[in-house]
């Protein structure tokens, strides 16, 4: 089956320009994840949406960036007024945590660079 | 504060031998730990896991242990592939909290198998 999309694959944007990534999550997976990678760096937690509740907005590092998740399933990142430090790669994964697994399946990213 | 860490950034190790890559973390309320491997340009591909009631879980070639007082975990591969060239990423999360059962991710290490 499909697995997690995300698009685009790359974004060059301006400083201080807006910008949405998207995530197609696998289908009928109920929880939504992103992280984001800079350079020579881990993984890291941004957001979470688990069905209906309330999303984890703990990881995100500033009010510039904002998640929404429509219909439970395909999500969008938005960051605006975008800054040099938040070039990376920006990641998205899905889990069926209701089966008692906690595996999360990864997109490919995309990669953001601002100039 | 890095929560998982790896301290090992590169390991080289020789095709047929032993590959073992080893992840420290601090937070006691880690209780389910994962091994993800990343080809470039690639999203992070689930690889093996292993709940906080166990000490070891083997998967094929893949081994992980995990030894709870010492709070480390590390990842056998025997025998090693020049497939297996990649960075692998420790990941813990606390699904049993109750919390977003986010993943909290070491830095990698780049694994390089050599003919």
């Known amino acids: 089956g499909a697995g997690v999309s995300q698009s685009p694959s790359n974004k060059v944007t301006e400083k201080g320009k807006d910008v949405e990534l998207r995530c197609d999550p696998i289908?009928?997976?109920?929880?939504l994840y992103w992280y984001r990678q800079s350079l020579g760096q881990g993984l890291e937690f941004l957001i979470y949406?688990?069905?209906?509740?309330?999303?984890?907005k703990s990881g995100l590092p500033s009010d510039r960036f904002s998640a929404e998740r429509t219909g439970g399933s395909v999500s969008t990142l938005t960051i605006q007024r975008t800054q040099q430090e938040d070039s990376a790669v920006y990641l998205c994964?899905?889990?069926?945590?209701?089966?008692?697994?906690?595996?999360?399946?990864f997109g490919p990213g995309t990669r953001l660079t601002v100039t | 504060d890095q929560q998982v860490k790896q301290n090992s950034p590169s390991l080289s190790v020789q095709e047929g031998r032993i590959s073992i890559l080893n992840c420290d973390y601090t937070?006691?309320?880690?209780?389910?730990f994962l091994w993800y491997k990343k080809y470039p340009a690639e999203g992070p591909t689930f690889l093996i896991s292993?709940?906080?009631?166990?000490d070891k879980n083997e998967d094929g070639r893949f081994t992980v242990f995990l030894n709870k007082s010492a709070k480390h975990l590390s990842l056998h591969i025997v025998p090693s592939q020049p497939g297996d060239s990649a960075v692998y990423f420790c990941?813990?999360?606390?699904?049993?909290?109750?919390?977003?059962?986010?993943?909290?991710f070491g830095t990698g290490t780049r694994l390089q198998v050599t003919l």
């Open positions: 994964a899905s889990s069926h945590i209701s089966t008692g697994v906690y595996e999360q399946y």
């Open positions: 289908s009928g997976h109920t929880a």
């Open positions: 949406f688990q069905g209906n509740s309330a999303p984890d």
């Open positions: 937070n006691s309320m880690f209780d389910y």
């Open positions: 292993i709940s906080s009631i166990k």
């Open positions: 990941a813990a999360s606390s699904p049993n909290t109750g919390t977003a059962s986010k993943l909290t």
